[in-house]
Protein backbone atom coordinates (compact mmCIF):
# COMPACT_ATOMS: atom_id res chain seq x y z
CA UNK A 1 0.00 0.00 0.00
CA UNK A 2 1.72 3.53 -0.74
CA UNK A 3 1.69 6.11 2.12
CA UNK A 4 -1.64 7.91 1.24
CA UNK A 5 -3.74 4.32 1.52
CA UNK A 6 -1.91 3.73 4.67
CA UNK A 7 -2.41 7.00 5.99
CA UNK A 8 -6.33 6.80 5.16
CA UNK A 9 -6.91 3.26 6.83
CA UNK A 10 -4.88 4.84 10.18
CA UNK A 11 -7.55 7.33 10.03
CA UNK A 12 -10.40 4.82 9.27
CA UNK A 13 -9.44 2.76 12.15
CA UNK A 14 -8.70 5.28 15.26
CA UNK A 15 -12.47 6.23 14.21
CA UNK A 16 -13.27 3.38 16.01
CA UNK A 17 -14.66 4.53 19.96
CA UNK A 18 -12.43 1.81 21.15
CA UNK A 19 -10.40 -1.49 20.35
CA UNK A 20 -12.27 -4.57 18.79
CA UNK A 21 -12.28 -8.22 18.25
CA UNK A 22 -10.32 -7.52 15.05
CA UNK A 23 -8.50 -4.16 15.37
CA UNK A 24 -5.33 -3.87 18.58
CA UNK A 25 -3.83 -1.00 19.21
CA UNK A 26 -0.07 -0.26 21.09
CA UNK A 27 2.71 2.00 21.73
CA UNK A 28 5.73 -0.58 21.89
CA UNK A 29 6.86 -3.96 21.53
CA UNK A 30 6.51 -5.91 24.76
CA UNK A 31 7.53 -9.70 23.20
CA UNK A 32 7.48 -11.14 19.76
CA UNK A 33 5.06 -14.11 21.51
CA UNK A 34 2.69 -11.44 22.64
CA UNK A 35 2.57 -10.21 18.59
CA UNK A 36 2.28 -13.84 17.75
CA UNK A 37 -0.72 -14.19 19.95
CA UNK A 38 -2.30 -11.28 18.85
CA UNK A 39 -2.00 -12.47 15.27
CA UNK A 40 -3.78 -15.48 16.07
CA UNK A 41 -6.45 -13.26 17.42
CA UNK A 42 -6.89 -10.86 15.35
CA UNK A 43 -7.24 -13.46 12.13
CA UNK A 44 -9.70 -15.46 14.22
CA UNK A 45 -11.74 -12.47 15.47
CA UNK A 46 -12.20 -11.19 11.74
CA UNK A 47 -13.28 -14.08 10.64
CA UNK A 48 -16.38 -14.42 13.31
CA UNK A 49 -16.72 -10.43 12.67
CA UNK A 50 -17.11 -10.82 8.98
CA UNK A 51 -14.03 -8.31 8.68
CA UNK A 52 -11.82 -9.10 5.71
CA UNK A 53 -8.73 -8.53 7.72
CA UNK A 54 -7.59 -7.64 11.52
CA UNK A 55 -5.02 -5.05 12.32
CA UNK A 56 -2.23 -4.69 15.13
CA UNK A 57 -1.35 -1.23 14.98
CA UNK A 58 1.69 -0.10 16.97
CA UNK A 59 2.22 3.71 17.70
CA UNK A 60 -1.37 4.29 18.96
CA UNK A 61 -2.52 4.55 22.68
CA UNK A 62 -5.07 1.90 23.30
CA UNK A 63 -7.61 3.79 25.59
CA UNK A 64 -8.17 6.86 23.69
CA UNK A 65 -6.80 6.20 20.01
CA UNK A 66 -4.22 8.91 20.05
CA UNK A 67 -1.64 8.78 17.72
CA UNK A 68 1.82 9.06 19.60
CA UNK A 69 4.52 7.42 17.80
CA UNK A 70 6.60 3.95 18.25
CA UNK A 71 10.05 2.90 18.66
CA UNK A 72 9.29 -0.55 17.20
CA UNK A 73 10.77 -1.32 13.75
CA UNK A 74 9.72 -4.52 12.59
CA UNK A 75 10.40 -4.54 9.47
CA UNK A 76 13.93 -5.05 10.56
CA UNK A 77 13.48 -6.66 13.96
CA UNK A 78 15.63 -9.15 14.94
CA UNK A 79 14.25 -11.91 17.31
CA UNK A 80 16.29 -15.00 18.73
CA UNK A 81 19.01 -13.62 15.49
CA UNK A 82 15.86 -13.83 13.06
CA UNK A 83 13.76 -11.47 11.12
CA UNK A 84 10.90 -11.02 13.18
CA UNK A 85 8.29 -11.50 10.60
CA UNK A 86 10.00 -15.18 9.25
CA UNK A 87 9.87 -16.31 13.16
CA UNK A 88 6.39 -15.37 13.31
CA UNK A 89 5.57 -16.96 10.02
CA UNK A 90 7.08 -20.25 11.13
CA UNK A 91 5.09 -20.53 14.15
CA UNK A 92 1.11 -19.31 12.76
CA UNK A 93 -0.96 -22.44 11.86
CA UNK A 94 -2.07 -22.48 8.96
CA UNK A 95 0.99 -20.19 7.91
CA UNK A 96 -1.04 -16.99 6.79
CA UNK A 97 -0.05 -14.37 4.70
CA UNK A 98 0.15 -11.43 6.89
CA UNK A 99 1.77 -7.91 5.93
CA UNK A 100 4.09 -4.98 7.56
CA UNK A 101 3.77 -1.68 6.92
CA UNK A 102 5.92 1.12 8.72
CA UNK A 103 5.27 4.37 7.95
CA UNK A 104 5.17 8.54 9.24
CA UNK A 105 1.83 10.04 10.09
CA UNK A 106 2.31 13.75 10.88
CA UNK A 107 5.98 13.03 11.73
CA UNK A 108 5.02 9.71 14.36
CA UNK A 109 6.21 6.51 13.33
CA UNK A 110 3.56 4.08 13.09
CA UNK A 111 3.80 0.54 12.57
CA UNK A 112 0.93 -1.84 10.98
CA UNK A 113 0.16 -5.56 10.90
CA UNK A 114 -2.54 -6.84 8.56
CA UNK A 115 -3.75 -10.24 8.98
CA UNK A 116 -6.26 -11.60 6.87
CA UNK A 117 -9.16 -13.17 8.60
CA UNK A 118 -9.07 -17.12 8.89
CA UNK A 119 -12.25 -19.38 7.50
CA UNK A 120 -12.60 -23.08 8.40
CA UNK A 121 -9.97 -23.55 10.70
CA UNK A 122 -8.34 -20.97 13.61
CA UNK A 123 -5.25 -19.67 13.00
CA UNK A 124 -2.82 -21.26 16.45
CA UNK A 125 0.08 -19.55 17.40
CA UNK A 126 2.72 -22.52 18.72
CA UNK A 127 -0.06 -25.15 18.77
CA UNK A 128 -2.55 -22.60 20.44
CA UNK A 129 -5.42 -20.65 19.02
CA UNK A 130 -6.36 -17.23 20.76
CA UNK A 131 -9.55 -14.97 20.08
CA UNK A 132 -10.52 -11.40 21.24
CA UNK A 133 -13.67 -11.04 23.37
CA UNK A 134 -14.09 -7.26 23.25
CA UNK A 135 -10.38 -5.59 23.95
CA UNK A 136 -9.02 -8.99 25.74
CA UNK A 137 -7.19 -11.54 23.74
CA UNK A 138 -8.00 -15.14 25.61
CA UNK A 139 -7.34 -18.85 24.42
CA UNK A 140 -10.29 -20.06 22.47
CA UNK A 141 -10.59 -23.19 23.89
CA UNK A 142 -12.30 -21.38 26.60
CA UNK A 143 -15.09 -20.19 23.99
CA UNK A 144 -15.77 -23.94 22.07
CA UNK A 145 -19.33 -21.81 20.16
CA UNK A 146 -16.76 -19.51 18.68
CA UNK A 147 -14.28 -22.04 17.50
CA UNK A 148 -17.09 -24.16 16.26
CA UNK A 149 -18.24 -21.02 14.29
CA UNK A 150 -15.18 -20.27 12.93
CA UNK A 151 -14.56 -24.04 11.72
CA UNK A 152 -17.93 -23.84 9.97
CA UNK A 153 -17.42 -20.04 8.12
CA UNK A 154 -17.08 -20.32 4.93
CA UNK A 155 -14.88 -16.92 3.19
CA UNK A 156 -17.59 -14.58 1.54
CA UNK A 157 -15.12 -13.61 -1.03
CA UNK A 158 -14.18 -16.53 -3.70
CA UNK A 159 -10.15 -17.23 -3.74
CA UNK A 160 -10.27 -16.22 -7.30
CA UNK A 161 -11.58 -12.48 -6.62
CA UNK A 162 -8.99 -12.05 -3.09
CA UNK A 163 -5.79 -9.53 -4.10
CA UNK A 164 -2.61 -11.23 -4.91
CA UNK A 165 -0.59 -8.11 -5.52
CA UNK A 166 -2.02 -4.40 -3.94
CA UNK A 167 -1.79 -0.87 -5.70
CA UNK A 168 1.08 -1.36 -8.04
CA UNK A 169 1.26 0.89 -11.70
CA UNK A 170 0.15 0.20 -15.06
CA UNK A 171 3.46 -1.18 -15.72
CA UNK A 172 3.82 -3.04 -13.29
CA UNK A 173 0.40 -4.85 -14.49
CA UNK A 174 2.35 -5.57 -17.83
CA UNK A 175 5.27 -6.46 -16.20
CA UNK A 176 4.16 -8.95 -13.47
CA UNK A 177 1.28 -10.74 -16.27
CA UNK A 178 1.52 -11.92 -19.47
CA UNK A 179 -1.23 -9.77 -21.36
CA UNK A 180 -0.22 -10.89 -24.98
CA UNK A 181 -0.51 -14.38 -23.98
CA UNK A 182 -4.63 -13.74 -22.73
CA UNK A 183 -4.87 -12.03 -25.88
CA UNK A 184 -3.36 -14.59 -28.08
CA UNK A 185 -5.54 -17.42 -26.24
CA UNK A 186 -8.81 -15.68 -26.92
CA UNK A 187 -8.11 -14.85 -30.32
CA UNK A 188 -8.51 -10.98 -29.95
CA UNK A 189 -6.27 -8.61 -31.61
CA UNK A 190 -3.67 -7.13 -28.90
CA UNK A 191 -5.00 -3.46 -28.38
CA UNK A 192 -3.01 -0.83 -29.64
CA UNK A 193 -2.17 1.33 -26.31
CA UNK A 194 -1.78 0.23 -22.46
CA UNK A 195 -5.19 1.68 -21.27
CA UNK A 196 -7.00 -0.90 -23.85
CA UNK A 197 -4.99 -3.30 -22.28
CA UNK A 198 -5.79 -3.13 -18.88
CA UNK A 199 -9.88 -2.04 -19.61
CA UNK A 200 -9.54 -6.03 -20.34
CA UNK A 201 -8.03 -7.86 -18.11
CA UNK A 202 -10.25 -5.34 -15.70
CA UNK A 203 -13.27 -6.59 -17.16
CA UNK A 204 -12.16 -10.45 -16.92
CA UNK A 205 -11.20 -9.65 -13.17
CA UNK A 206 -7.69 -10.49 -13.39
CA UNK A 207 -7.06 -6.36 -12.24
CA UNK A 208 -9.02 -4.53 -10.07
CA UNK A 209 -8.73 -0.50 -10.36
CA UNK A 210 -8.99 2.05 -8.09
CA UNK A 211 -8.23 5.70 -9.53
CA UNK A 212 -4.53 5.25 -11.07
CA UNK A 213 -3.52 2.66 -9.17
CA UNK A 214 -4.48 -1.48 -10.03
CA UNK A 215 -4.45 -4.81 -7.76
CA UNK A 216 -4.28 -7.78 -9.69
CA UNK A 217 -6.14 -10.56 -8.65
CA UNK A 218 -5.18 -14.01 -7.82
CA UNK A 219 -7.07 -15.03 -10.78
CA UNK A 220 -5.46 -12.93 -12.91
CA UNK A 221 -1.85 -13.88 -11.41
CA UNK A 222 -2.99 -18.09 -10.82
CA UNK A 223 -3.68 -17.69 -14.77
CA UNK A 224 -1.22 -15.35 -16.49
CA UNK A 225 2.01 -14.61 -13.78
CA UNK A 226 5.33 -14.68 -15.55
CA UNK A 227 6.34 -16.08 -12.13
CA UNK A 228 4.40 -17.09 -9.43
CA UNK A 229 7.46 -16.71 -6.95
CA UNK A 230 6.69 -12.93 -7.35
CA UNK A 231 3.26 -13.22 -5.87
CA UNK A 232 3.79 -14.59 -2.12
CA UNK A 233 0.27 -16.07 -1.58
CA UNK A 234 0.60 -18.47 -4.96
CA UNK A 235 3.94 -19.49 -5.48
CA UNK A 236 2.96 -22.61 -2.90
CA UNK A 237 0.37 -23.32 -5.88
CA UNK A 238 2.50 -23.71 -8.63
CA UNK A 239 2.52 -27.56 -10.17
CA UNK A 240 4.84 -29.72 -9.22
CA UNK A 241 6.27 -32.92 -11.90
CA UNK A 242 8.29 -36.05 -9.96
CA UNK A 243 9.81 -38.63 -12.06
CA UNK A 244 10.69 -41.77 -10.05
CA UNK A 245 13.05 -44.21 -11.61
CA UNK A 246 10.82 -47.83 -10.80
CA UNK A 247 7.28 -48.13 -8.86
CA UNK A 248 8.10 -46.45 -5.75
CA UNK A 249 10.10 -43.08 -4.42
CA UNK A 250 13.01 -44.41 -3.90
CA UNK A 251 15.12 -43.00 -6.66
CA UNK A 252 14.06 -39.63 -8.21
CA UNK A 253 15.05 -38.71 -11.84
CA UNK A 254 13.55 -35.58 -12.16
CA UNK A 255 11.67 -32.85 -9.64
CA UNK A 256 10.33 -29.16 -11.44
CA UNK A 257 7.86 -27.16 -10.22
CA UNK A 258 6.66 -24.89 -13.14
CA UNK A 259 6.38 -21.08 -11.91
CA UNK A 260 4.18 -19.97 -14.93
CA UNK A 261 0.69 -18.81 -13.88
CA UNK A 262 -1.18 -21.77 -15.32
CA UNK A 263 -2.91 -20.54 -18.67
CA UNK A 264 0.53 -19.43 -19.28
CA UNK A 265 2.75 -22.66 -18.96
CA UNK A 266 -0.36 -24.97 -19.76
CA UNK A 267 0.89 -26.15 -22.79
CA UNK A 268 4.70 -26.80 -22.24
CA UNK A 269 3.85 -28.51 -19.01
CA UNK A 270 1.36 -30.75 -20.95
CA UNK A 271 4.28 -31.81 -23.22
CA UNK A 272 7.12 -31.70 -20.74
CA UNK A 273 4.55 -34.83 -18.99
CA UNK A 274 4.17 -36.74 -21.87
CA UNK A 275 8.28 -36.34 -22.96
CA UNK A 276 8.58 -37.84 -19.76
CA UNK A 277 5.74 -40.72 -19.75
CA UNK A 278 7.15 -44.28 -21.09
CA UNK A 279 6.92 -45.46 -25.04
CA UNK A 280 6.29 -48.75 -26.82
CA UNK A 281 8.45 -49.84 -29.80
CA UNK A 282 5.82 -50.66 -32.74
CA UNK A 283 6.25 -51.76 -35.63
CA UNK A 284 4.02 -51.34 -38.72
CA UNK A 285 4.27 -51.97 -42.02
CA UNK A 286 8.21 -52.30 -41.86
CA UNK A 287 8.45 -48.68 -40.15
CA UNK A 288 9.47 -48.65 -36.46
CA UNK A 289 7.29 -45.89 -34.33
CA UNK A 290 7.42 -44.87 -31.13
CA UNK A 291 3.80 -44.93 -29.30
CA UNK A 292 2.84 -43.38 -26.23
CA UNK A 293 1.86 -45.67 -23.50
CA UNK A 294 -1.22 -43.51 -21.99
CA UNK A 295 -3.59 -41.49 -23.70
CA UNK A 296 -2.71 -37.62 -23.95
CA UNK A 297 -6.28 -36.44 -23.74
CA UNK A 298 -6.52 -37.98 -20.46
CA UNK A 299 -3.07 -36.63 -19.41
CA UNK A 300 -4.09 -33.41 -19.87
CA UNK A 301 -7.78 -33.71 -18.32
CA UNK A 302 -6.13 -34.88 -15.50
CA UNK A 303 -3.58 -32.13 -14.67
CA UNK A 304 -6.44 -29.48 -15.49
CA UNK A 305 -8.64 -31.20 -13.01
CA UNK A 306 -5.87 -31.32 -10.21
CA UNK A 307 -5.81 -27.68 -11.45
CA UNK A 308 -9.56 -26.30 -11.14
CA UNK A 309 -10.39 -28.59 -8.44
CA UNK A 310 -7.65 -28.39 -6.07
CA UNK A 311 -8.55 -26.67 -2.53
CA UNK A 312 -6.52 -22.83 -2.59
CA UNK A 313 -7.12 -22.93 1.17
CA UNK A 314 -5.06 -25.92 1.94
CA UNK A 315 -1.71 -26.01 1.68
CA UNK A 316 0.08 -27.73 -0.82
CA UNK A 317 0.23 -27.39 -4.75
CA UNK A 318 -1.14 -29.77 -7.80
CA UNK A 319 2.11 -32.66 -8.37
CA UNK A 320 2.12 -34.83 -10.91
CA UNK A 321 4.33 -38.04 -9.99
CA UNK A 322 5.65 -40.48 -12.45
CA UNK A 323 6.92 -44.06 -12.31
CA UNK A 324 6.99 -46.67 -14.43
CA UNK A 325 3.84 -48.97 -13.76
CA UNK A 326 1.51 -45.25 -13.20
CA UNK A 327 0.96 -42.11 -13.16
CA UNK A 328 -0.55 -40.32 -10.04
CA UNK A 329 -2.07 -36.61 -10.08
CA UNK A 330 -2.91 -35.15 -6.91
CA UNK A 331 -4.32 -31.53 -5.53
CA UNK A 332 -4.90 -30.35 -2.02
CA UNK A 333 -8.28 -30.46 -0.50
CA UNK A 334 -11.45 -33.29 -0.47
CA UNK A 335 -13.30 -33.33 -3.41
CA UNK A 336 -17.14 -31.63 -3.13
CA UNK A 337 -18.55 -34.41 -4.35
CA UNK A 338 -18.22 -38.43 -3.80
CA UNK A 339 -15.02 -39.64 -6.26
CA UNK A 340 -17.81 -42.87 -7.13
CA UNK A 341 -19.85 -40.03 -9.05
CA UNK A 342 -16.99 -38.31 -10.83
CA UNK A 343 -18.06 -39.54 -14.51
CA UNK A 344 -21.63 -38.28 -14.15
CA UNK A 345 -21.61 -35.19 -11.68
CA UNK A 346 -19.80 -31.77 -11.50
CA UNK A 347 -18.80 -29.72 -9.33
CA UNK A 348 -15.95 -27.03 -9.39
CA UNK A 349 -14.83 -25.57 -6.11
CA UNK A 350 -13.47 -22.83 -8.30
CA UNK A 351 -16.10 -22.04 -10.55
CA UNK A 352 -14.42 -18.55 -11.70
CA UNK A 353 -11.15 -20.21 -12.30
CA UNK A 354 -12.95 -23.33 -14.19
CA UNK A 355 -15.09 -21.08 -16.26
CA UNK A 356 -12.03 -18.63 -17.78
CA UNK A 357 -10.33 -21.65 -18.38
CA UNK A 358 -12.94 -23.29 -20.45
CA UNK A 359 -13.57 -20.19 -22.61
CA UNK A 360 -9.48 -19.99 -22.73
CA UNK A 361 -10.06 -23.53 -24.50
CA UNK A 362 -7.31 -25.15 -21.29
CA UNK A 363 -9.90 -27.78 -20.25
CA UNK A 364 -13.36 -29.42 -21.57
CA UNK A 365 -16.62 -28.36 -21.33
CA UNK A 366 -17.90 -28.78 -17.75
CA UNK A 367 -18.54 -32.25 -16.88
CA UNK A 368 -16.96 -33.90 -19.94
CA UNK A 369 -13.43 -34.05 -18.90
CA UNK A 370 -13.53 -37.28 -16.87
CA UNK A 371 -15.45 -39.41 -19.62
CA UNK A 372 -12.57 -38.26 -21.88
CA UNK A 373 -9.94 -39.78 -19.18
CA UNK A 374 -12.11 -43.35 -19.33
CA UNK A 375 -12.76 -43.18 -22.63
CA UNK A 376 -8.95 -42.51 -23.12
CA UNK A 377 -8.07 -46.12 -20.92
CA UNK A 378 -10.29 -47.88 -22.59
CA UNK A 379 -9.12 -46.99 -25.91
CA UNK A 380 -5.38 -47.49 -24.89
CA UNK A 381 -6.01 -51.08 -23.31
CA UNK A 382 -5.43 -49.40 -19.71
CA UNK A 383 -6.89 -50.63 -16.44
CA UNK A 384 -9.69 -47.78 -14.92
CA UNK A 385 -8.04 -44.75 -13.52
CA UNK A 386 -8.54 -44.80 -9.49
CA UNK A 387 -10.49 -42.34 -7.89
CA UNK A 388 -8.80 -41.67 -4.01
CA UNK A 389 -9.58 -39.54 -1.04
CA UNK A 390 -6.80 -38.72 1.37
CA UNK A 391 -6.48 -37.32 4.56
CA UNK A 392 -6.31 -33.68 3.14
CA UNK A 393 -5.77 -34.63 -0.86
CA UNK A 394 -7.49 -35.87 -3.62
CA UNK A 395 -5.52 -38.54 -6.05
CA UNK A 396 -6.21 -39.78 -9.18
CA UNK A 397 -4.32 -42.91 -10.83
CA UNK A 398 -3.41 -43.88 -14.52
CA UNK A 399 -2.06 -47.03 -15.08
CA UNK A 400 0.00 -48.78 -17.08
CA UNK A 401 -1.40 -50.97 -19.67
CA UNK A 402 -2.32 -54.56 -17.85
CA UNK A 403 -3.59 -57.60 -19.01
CA UNK A 404 -7.05 -58.66 -17.99
CA UNK A 405 -5.18 -61.44 -16.32
CA UNK A 406 -2.97 -59.31 -14.64
CA UNK A 407 -5.56 -57.32 -12.90
CA UNK A 408 -7.36 -58.23 -9.50
CA UNK A 409 -10.61 -58.31 -8.92
CA UNK A 410 -10.79 -54.64 -7.23
CA UNK A 411 -9.61 -53.53 -11.09
CA UNK A 412 -12.08 -55.33 -12.76
CA UNK A 413 -14.71 -54.49 -10.73
CA UNK A 414 -13.64 -50.54 -10.90
CA UNK A 415 -13.14 -50.85 -15.19
CA UNK A 416 -16.90 -52.58 -15.34
CA UNK A 417 -18.50 -49.72 -13.19
CA UNK A 418 -16.89 -47.01 -15.16
CA UNK A 419 -17.63 -48.54 -18.22
CA UNK A 420 -21.17 -48.95 -17.44
CA UNK A 421 -20.82 -45.26 -16.38
CA UNK A 422 -19.41 -43.99 -19.69
CA UNK A 423 -21.81 -45.81 -21.54
CA UNK A 424 -24.77 -44.55 -19.89
CA UNK A 425 -23.82 -40.85 -19.97
CA UNK A 426 -23.42 -41.48 -23.34
CA UNK A 427 -26.86 -42.44 -23.97
CA UNK A 428 -26.30 -46.41 -24.18
CA UNK A 429 -26.48 -49.26 -22.21
CA UNK A 430 -23.45 -51.37 -21.26
CA UNK A 431 -24.11 -55.40 -22.54
CA UNK A 432 -21.53 -58.35 -22.01
CA UNK A 433 -20.85 -57.35 -25.73
CA UNK A 434 -19.63 -53.92 -24.97
CA UNK A 435 -17.92 -55.01 -22.03
CA UNK A 436 -16.07 -58.35 -24.16
CA UNK A 437 -14.91 -55.25 -26.71
CA UNK A 438 -13.82 -53.20 -24.01
CA UNK A 439 -11.36 -55.97 -22.47
CA UNK A 440 -10.75 -57.58 -26.04
CA UNK A 441 -12.01 -60.67 -25.13
CA UNK A 442 -13.34 -63.39 -27.81
CA UNK A 443 -16.66 -64.17 -27.73
CA UNK A 444 -16.45 -67.61 -26.60
CA UNK A 445 -15.01 -66.16 -22.69
CA UNK A 446 -17.96 -64.15 -22.50
CA UNK A 447 -18.83 -66.09 -19.35
CA UNK A 448 -15.53 -64.26 -18.00
CA UNK A 449 -17.17 -61.31 -18.65
CA UNK A 450 -20.39 -62.48 -17.11
CA UNK A 451 -18.75 -63.11 -13.83
CA UNK A 452 -17.30 -59.68 -13.56
CA UNK A 453 -20.52 -58.20 -14.71
CA UNK A 454 -22.27 -60.34 -11.82
CA UNK A 455 -19.40 -59.24 -9.30
CA UNK A 456 -19.77 -55.76 -9.76
CA UNK A 457 -23.50 -56.03 -9.15
CA UNK A 458 -22.69 -57.65 -6.00
CA UNK A 459 -20.82 -54.49 -5.40
CA UNK A 460 -23.52 -52.30 -5.76
CA UNK A 461 -21.73 -50.57 -8.36
CA UNK A 462 -24.57 -51.52 -11.50
CA UNK A 463 -28.00 -53.14 -12.06
CA UNK A 464 -29.85 -54.07 -14.64
CA UNK A 465 -31.77 -51.77 -17.01
CA UNK A 466 -34.91 -54.00 -16.58
CA UNK A 467 -34.98 -55.80 -13.60
CA UNK A 468 -38.19 -58.07 -15.61
CA UNK A 469 -35.92 -59.45 -18.09
CA UNK A 470 -35.04 -62.98 -17.71
CA UNK A 471 -33.34 -63.35 -21.29
CA UNK A 472 -29.36 -63.10 -20.22
CA UNK A 473 -28.44 -62.46 -23.73
CA UNK A 474 -29.87 -59.62 -23.86
CA UNK A 475 -29.56 -58.06 -20.79
CA UNK A 476 -28.49 -54.62 -20.23
CA UNK A 477 -26.88 -52.59 -16.91
CA UNK A 478 -27.08 -49.05 -15.92
CA UNK A 479 -25.03 -47.56 -12.80
CA UNK A 480 -26.66 -47.79 -9.31
CA UNK A 481 -27.27 -43.90 -9.85
CA UNK A 482 -28.87 -44.07 -12.84
Known amino acids: MSDKELHSLLEKLIKQSKESEWVEFKLNFHSAEEIGERLSALSNGACLEGQPYGYLIFGVRNDNQTIEGTTFNPKTFKHKKEDIEHWLAQRLNPRIDFHIYEFDYSGKHIAVFEVPATHNQPVSFMHNAYIRVASITRRLSEFPEKERKIWKKEPEVPFEKEIAVKSVSAADVIRLLDTQYYFDLMKLPYPTNQQGVL???????????????YSITNLG?????????????????AVRVIVYKGKNKLETIKDITDSKGYALGFESLVHYINDQLPQNEEISKALREMVKMYPEIGVRELIANAIIHQDFREKGNPVVEIYTDRIEFSNPGLPIITPIRFIDDYQSRNEILADLMRRLRICEEKGSGIDKVIYGCEAYQLPAPDFQTQEKHTKIIMYAHQTLNQMDKQDKIRACYQHCCLKYVSNEKMTNQTLRERFKIDEKNSALVSRIINETKEANLIKDDDPNNKSFKYSKYIPFWA
Do not use: I, P, Q
Open 221 to 237: GLLFAKNLNEFDGLSRK
Open 199 to 213: EKMTSEKLVLTNGTK
